[in-house]
């Protein structure tokens, strides 16, 4: 088989909300610019995991998706993110609703390295956990922009216009009676990450703020193996971006996967589970990218947008995409002799 390695890279899946050309060309910026550093990595030899930290954590510190610096709030105006790793022999890290790192990916992926568990929470047991592996930790700083933003959809939800929490809805009253909003604000779209080695080895990662307004307390998708991302090296790895509560409840990512393990090429496999999602919850609900281990790599969404960014070895160049109408890049034809295939 006529391999080929790099990695895609995702921003958020949502609708659309152009705020300029200015904004599109900011994205399309930092996309690429995560897309480039993983590449690099993996072109020296690097491994993918490397790969999907490093582009992740070029996304975080960028401040402008939803993530580390530009994580979105909590109903009651805080930060609290969740992110996830995994490679392709099943070693995983996840943390969840923390708000002590910056770089929530190295988080979880020192969860994975350097403590036998799958998933840790909370800022206390992670701040000890830090302590005691000798990680040093910057405190999430929200910038001024994502208060802003805080207060206008908090608005909105007072008024009852937030379709997404019916439920939470009701709750309103008793969450934000004491409270004391604090001057914290986080993001927009959450940033994911799937890279495929030389040797065909796997990795796949993502860091979120979570969904607006969401319940201090709440654990989206981000934090689930098997929803929020996959890796295995006998299939492909896969990032899913979107309503959390949904991913979780049809393990989209971990379908992915499945349906590269049985033969699919990452582009049947995304468009396949995404159908899936959509014939199950309805549309306008996620996005997912993915790699299978051929070096294939494929993109599907049910909403209006997937941000994204392609670089592949096959490739000129780094290619983002942002816009509805736009393509994802052509990619060099691989058809493996599935005959061959270890399942
Ligand atoms: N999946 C994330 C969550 O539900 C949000 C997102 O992808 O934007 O926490």
Same mark, same amino acid.
């Given at each position: 088989?006529?391999?080929?390695? @790099?990695?895609?890279?995702?921003?958020?899946?949502?609708?659309?909300?152009?705020?300029?050309? #200015?904004? *599109?060309? !900011?994205?399309?910026?930092?996309?690429?610019?995560?897309?480039? +550093? @993983?590449?690099? =990595?993996?072109?020296?030899?690097?491994?993918?995991?490397?790969?999907?930290?490093?582009?992740?954590?070029?996304?975080?510190?960028?401040?402008?998706?939803?993530?580390?610096?530009?994580?979105?709030?909590?109903?009651?105006?805080?930060?609290?993110?969740?992110? &996830?790793?995994?490679?392709?022999?099943?070693?995983?890290?996840?943390? @969840?609703?923390?708000? *002590?790192?910056?770089?929530?990916?190295?988080? /979880?992926?020192?969860?994975?390295?350097?403590?036998?568990?799958?998933?840790?929470?909370?800022?206390?047991?992670?701040?000890?956990?830090?302590? &005691?592996? $000798?990680?040093? =930790?910057?405190?999430?700083?929200?910038?001024?922009?994502?208060?802003?933003?805080?207060?206008?959809?908090? /608005?909105?939800?007072?008024?009852?216009?937030?379709?997404?929490?019916?439920?939470?809805?009701?709750?309103?009253?008793?969450?934000?009676?004491?409270?004391?909003?604090?001057? +914290?604000?986080?993001?927009?779209?959450?940033? $994911?990450?799937?890279?495929?080695?030389?040797?065909?080895?796997?990795?796949?990662?993502?860091?979120?703020?979570?969904?607006?307004?969401?319940?201090?307390?709440?654990? $989206?998708?981000?934090?689930?193996?098997?929803?929020?991302?996959? &890796?295995?090296? =006998? /299939?492909?790895? &896969?990032?899913?971006?979107?309503?959390?509560?949904?991913?979780?409840?049809?393990?989209?990512?971990?379908?992915?996967?499945?349906?590269?393990?049985?033969?699919?090429? #990452? !582009? +049947?496999?995304?468009?396949?589970?995404?159908?899936?999602?959509?014939?199950?919850?309805?549309?306008?609900? /996620?996005?997912?990218?993915?790699?299978?281990?051929?070096?294939?790599?494929?993109?599907?969404?049910?909403?209006?947008?997937? !941000?994204?960014?392609?670089?592949?070895?096959?490739?000129?160049?780094?290619?983002?995409?942002?816009?509805?109408?736009?393509?994802?890049?052509?990619?060099?034809?691989?058809?493996?002799?599935? +005959?061959?295939?270890?399942?």
């Amino acid at each position: 088989v006529n391999r080929d390695y @790099g990695i895609v890279v995702h921003g958020g899946a949502g609708s659309f909300t152009p705020t300029s050309k #200015a904004d *599109i060309a !900011q994205r399309k910026r930092i996309l690429s610019r995560a897309a480039s +550093t @993983g590449y690099e =990595l993996l072109n020296k030899g690097g491994s993918s995991v490397e790969a999907v930290e490093e582009a992740i954590k070029v996304l975080e510190d960028s401040a402008v998706f939803n993530a580390g610096s530009g994580a979105s709030l909590t109903l009651e105006g805080k930060v609290t993110t969740d992110a &996830a790793i995994m490679k392709g022999d099943l070693s995983c890290g996840c943390i @969840g609703c923390v708000s *002590i790192s910056k770089n929530p990916i190295s988080l /979880a992926r020192a969860v994975m390295e350097r403590s036998d568990h799958v998933l840790m929470v909370g800022d206390e047991s992670l701040s000890k956990f830090s302590r &005691a592996i $000798g990680l040093h =930790l910057s405190r999430l700083q929200p910038s001024p922009r994502r208060l802003e933003q805080y207060k206008r959809n908090l /608005a909105t939800m007072q008024k009852g216009l937030v379709k997404a929490w019916p439920r939470n809805y009701k709750l309103l009253k008793d969450y934000l009676k004491n409270d004391s909003f604090q001057k +914290t604000e986080p993001v927009s779209d959450t940033v $994911g990450a799937v890279a495929v080695e030389k040797n065909s080895t796997v990795a796949a990662g993502v860091s979120t703020g979570g969904r607006w307004l969401k319940l201090p307390g709440r654990v $989206g998708d981000s934090s689930v193996i098997g929803a929020g991302i996959y &890796a295995d090296d =006998l /299939a492909g790895a &896969a990032s899913a971006t979107g309503a959390g509560e949904e991913i979780i409840r049809v393990c989209l990512s971990k379908s992915v996967c499945d349906l590269m393990r049985i033969g699919a090429d #990452a !582009q +049947t496999a995304c468009e396949t589970a995404v159908n899936i999602l959509t014939a199950r919850r309805g549309y306008g609900i /996620a996005g997912v990218i993915a790699v299978d281990r051929f070096g294939r790599f494929g993109s599907a969404r049910n909403t209006e947008m997937l !941000q994204r960014s392609f670089r592949f070895k096959s490739m000129k160049r780094t290619l983002a995409v942002v816009m509805p109408k736009e393509s994802p890049p052509a990619q060099r034809k691989i058809s493996p002799n599935l +005959t061959r295939l270890n399942f």
